[in-house]
């Protein structure tokens, strides 16, 4: 198993410390009830002397932020495969009521042995920030984050399709779709521009695959795909013309 620990006593104080620990379990409760191909189990989750752990699934692979790398980037194909188990694998959830919050390339596990592909940190991705500002705000990953997750609103499992677009356009690009150097520069950019187009960047990207990040990377979420299931079959479509 893999077991991630979290200082819980130190990061919260008294009546913070109190609804901290029962988000916690909330949360690693309802990511234990996931049972996916491409996610990775929880098994278990307690405290011990102020520490807070989660046990999981250990998984052998490379996260794929280390194919973010513009001299390693995965074929186009390759990665428009992997984005689509992500979505299917996100459907699930969604299905389930567990959304993720935080999907980015270093939360997908990619085996390059067997081309599977793993979503880690279900649920507890919130719990094991350091850099929370007292409105929630991850300040970490704030450049995967949709509109809707910025302005501290509500959130469905249509932000974690914003996400995975945010992902699979760094997969493919080997930049990010908005980038700034200060954090409220890069909330504009995230919630007004949109991303520049990739088709006849590289070899592999057909023209199909700008209308599926523009969909995904909607500013609303009513007008991104409808669920996970409809952006694989979108995604699948476009690897076969990758």
Request: proline share 7%.
């Amino acid at each position: 198993v893999a077991v991630k620990a979290i200082p819980i006593e130190q990061e919260f104080e008294d009546e913070e410390l109190k609804e901290a620990r029962q988000r916690f379990y909330r949360e690693a409760e309802s990511a234990g009830r996931l049972t996916h191909p491409n996610i990775i189990t929880v098994y278990d989750a307690g405290e011990d002397k102020g520490l807070a752990y989660i046990a999981m699934e250990y998984v052998p692979g490379i996260p794929l932020k280390d194919f973010t790398d513009p001299t390693r980037l995965l074929a186009p194909k390759r990665a428009f495969e992997l984005a689509a188990a992500t979505a299917e694998a996100l459907d699930y959830a969604h299905n389930q009521g567990v959304i993720h919050r935080d999907i980015k390339p270093a939360n997908l596990l990619y085996n390059p042995k067997d081309a599977s592909l793993k979503i880690s940190d279900f649920g507890v991705a919130r719990m094991t920030d350091n850099n929370r500002t007292k409105t929630g705000i991850v300040l970490g990953t704030p450049m995967y984050m949709s509109p809707e997750q910025l302005g501290a609103e509500n959130l469905t499992g249509l932000s974690d399709l914003f996400s995975l677009g945010v992902t699979l356009y760094e997969l493919l690009a080997g930049e990010a779709p908005f980038q700034a150097t200060n954090i409220a520069v890069l909330m504009t950019k995230i919630t007004t521009e949109d991303p520049t187009p990739l088709a006849g960047r590289r070899r592999g990207i057909p023209p199909a695959a700008d209308a599926i990040l523009a969909k995904a990377m909607a500013k609303k979420p009513d007008d991104r795909f409808s669920c996970g299931a409809e952006m694989a079959i979108a995604l699948r479509d476009c690897a076969r013309f990758a």
